[in-house]
């Protein structure tokens, strides 16, 4: 039996195929940052960035989960661009917190779709990822601001990281993930 491809029924539904790449490459651009800092001996940032690259790639297949359950198109692609050459930690850091900048935008655009097209329970699916958002972007934005005020010790921002547990939280009420959450 043959599988046909079904094409996205609506803008709604083509945005969100597009946020599974965006998701898969948030979460190898994550395990770039991590492999950095696992190479610079900076075992508490690797473990941070690792934690982030799955959380990612959950988003990705809870969003993949969705389109299956919504009888969508739900394919798997590559993945964009990931950035791997840096010079210090800052910058690093300073990408993340763009990177969740950008997906909140991504967000934030699906859920206008979704309300454009009247539906309802694509409105109620995004709701948790726009909540998730919020931390997220506080999280980067408060561990851009320990590296700075770090002023170059790393082993500060480590110390911090294992007191405070940064990005420990997971993801309480994630919806349900393909092949089910890591």
């Known amino acids: 039996m043959a599988i046909l491809r079904k094409e996205p029924r609506s803008k709604f539904y083509e945005l969100l195929q597009q946020q599974v790449r965006h998701e898969f490459t948030a979460s190898q651009q994550y395990v770039a940052l991590a492999v950095w800092f696992d190479n610079a001996d900076l075992p508490q940032l690797a473990k941070f960035f690792y934690r982030q690259s799955l959380e990612e790639r959950n988003h990705a297949?809870?969003?993949?989960?969705?389109?299956?359950?919504?009888?969508?198109?739900?394919?798997?692609?590559?993945?964009?661009?990931?950035?791997?050459?840096?010079?210090?930690?800052?910058?690093?850091v300073e990408l993340a917190l763009e990177q969740e900048k950008s997906v909140t935008a991504d967000f934030r655009a699906l859920m206008k779709a979704a309300r454009d097209e009247d539906d309802y329970q694509g409105e109620q699916f995004l709701q948790w990822f726009l909540k998730e958002q919020v931390e997220e972007e506080a999280t980067m934005s408060t561990l851009l601001n320990v590296v700075r005020r770090a002023n170059g010790n790393l082993f500060e921002v480590e110390?911090?990281?294992?007191?405070?547990?940064l990005g420990?939280?997971?993801?309480?009420?994630l919806p349900p993930v393909a092949g089910g959450a890591l």
């Open 61 to 92: 297949l809870a969003i993949t989960q969705y389109l299956m359950d919504t009888d969508s198109y739900a394919g798997i692609p590559g993945t964009g661009e990931i950035r791997n050459d840096f010079t210090e930690a800052v910058e690093l």
């Open 159 to 165: 110390t911090y990281l294992a007191r405070e547990g």
């Open 168 to 173: 420990d939280g997971g993801s309480a009420d």
